[in-house]
Each structure stands twice: as structure tokens, then as C-alpha cells.
């Protein structure tokens, strides 16, 4: 059975300004961690103002639109061995 699921679409405001992607993610998606928004970018399941971005330093300008597209669970890393 095939699995729908949804991308998360986040916009940055003034306060947001200058904030590095990744902590954007951890702090407003409400749900994914830091080391797991950095797994998403390095995936290229993050897209900013409909661009793919895989770099977690990047910083934010108000009015930004960021889209984070769940991985498939192939795609997700593990624990470390």
C-alpha cells in the first residue's frame, strides 16, 4: 500500500532574518530535529523559494518559502553502526 504523505511549507518572517536553515527547521517545523533537518537537506528534501537546497548553513531573509518533503524510508539514515 502506497503511503501519501505531505510536504511541510514554512515562511520566514523578520524574526526569522539571518537564522541558518537548519534551526528554521528544527524550530518551526515543531516536529523534526536538528541532525534530522540536516539528513533532509543533504537529501535534497528541502526546497527554498523553489530551489533545492542541501546546505544547512544557509541563512534565511523574511519572505522566504521553505518546503520540506518527507524521504521515502529507503532514503532516511539509520542509527550509526
Not at 514554512?10 to 536538528?34: P, Q
Not at 544557509?58 to 529507503?74: K, Q
Amino acid at each position: 500500500m502506497k503511503q501519501h504523505t505531505r510536504s511541510i511549507i514554512l515562511i520566514a518572517t523578520a524574526e526569522d532574518e539571518g537564522l541558518r536553515i537548519d534551526r528554521f527547521i528544527r524550530e518551526r517545523s515543531g516536529v523534526l530535529s536538528r541532525i534530522r533537518a540536516r539528513d533532509l537537506l543533504a537529501a535534497g528534501g528541502v526546497t527554498l523559494n523553489g530551489q533545492r537546497l542541501k546546505i544547512a548553513s544557509r541563512t534565511l531573509h523574511a519572505g522566504d518559502r521553505v518546503e520540506i518533503f518527507p524521504l521515502s524510508p529507503e532514503r532516511r539514515s539509520g542509527p550509526p553502526p
